[in-house]
């Protein structure tokens, strides 16, 4: 159950007051960051949706993998390149979605041009993941 205790004089408890009054009434109490820190850690909130082999041209064989977000219903592609398991460090590249950039070849931004090039470093390196997020029902591949 989450509620808020008042004090006697009608403001809101904090912490001190609220300990006190779970002692008092041999209650358990904990806090809105320790319910996050346990969902966190004992929940799995990301779901692979799909895996796809992807040959590209921007260094051959990748998986393109999508998940989605049961937070905030975002979708997320994952590029792979190679055998990432090892517990080898690896080159990664975080990109956010650009649809004018990556896809459509916008002269107003680079983004293409630095997920292209993210990925032919991964594809000399030999393997890695290269990342991108994109809104619920977006297009992405």
Request: aromatic share 4%; hydrophobic share 40%; proline share 3%.
């Amino acid at each position: 159950m989450i509620c808020e205790i008042m004090n006697d004089d009608g403001t809101m408890a904090r912490m001190p007051e609220l300990k006190k009054f779970a002692k008092e009434h041999g209650i358990k109490i904990c806090t809105i960051a320790d319910l996050v820190a346990y969902r966190l850690k004992n929940e799995i909130l990301v779901r692979i949706v799909a895996d796809a082999h992807l040959p590209s041209r921007y260094g051959g064989d990748w998986r393109a993998i999508a998940f989605e977000n049961d937070v905030d219903r975002l979708d997320h592609l994952a590029l792979v390149k190679g055998d990432v398991s090892t517990g080898e460090p690896v080159l990664v590249r975080v990109h956010s979605e650009c649809l004018t950039g990556d896809v459509l070849g916008s002269q107003r931004c680079d983004c293409g041009e630095q997920l292209h090039r993210a990925m032919e470093m991964i594809n000399r390196a030999g393997k890695g993941p290269s990342s991108t997020c994109a809104r619920k029902g977006a297009a992405s591949a």
